[in-house]
């Protein structure tokens, strides 16, 4: 397997983590929106960017990730179990096709954004 080199390897990841967001028995509910909708495109076009930035320091990604999540914890609480469920998957997205040192390095930010997510989700 390659390592994580371009975009359209981060598009690979984040379409494939989604695929596993819908079947999730623990996380599903929170993707309805995206499932079978025309936003669901853009949206993982800005999950590239945001990756993209996090990884490669691309500059593609200016928006704030932490408000829409606490808002959507307002609406319908993320808890930690959530967390565990969303890096399990998302580890799976990411060694499903690629190994190396920036399939390495973005499963690592991945686990610190969750922590620090959840650390700032359950505090509010």
Not at 25 to 39: A, E, G, N, R
Not at 54 to 60: A, D, E, K, V
């Amino acid at each position: 397997m390659k390592d994580i080199e371009s975009r359209e390897d981060l598009l690979a990841v984040v379409t494939d983590f989604y695929d596993f967001l819908f079947q999730s028995d623990v996380l599903h509910h929170f993707f309805l929106k995206f499932k079978d909708s025309d936003v669901l495109d853009e949206h993982l076009q800005t999950l590239v960017d945001f990756w993209d930035n996090t990884l490669f320091y691309s500059g593609t990604y200016t928006k704030n990730a932490m408000k829409p999540h606490l808002l959507l914890s307002k609406r319908n609480p993320i808890r930690p179990e959530h967390f565990e469920e969303w890096i399990t998957l998302f580890h799976r997205a990411v060694d499903g096709r690629f190994q190396g040192v920036n399939a390495e390095t973005i499963k690592n930010r991945a686990l610190s954004i969750a922590t620090v997510m959840n650390l700032k989700i359950t505090q509010e």
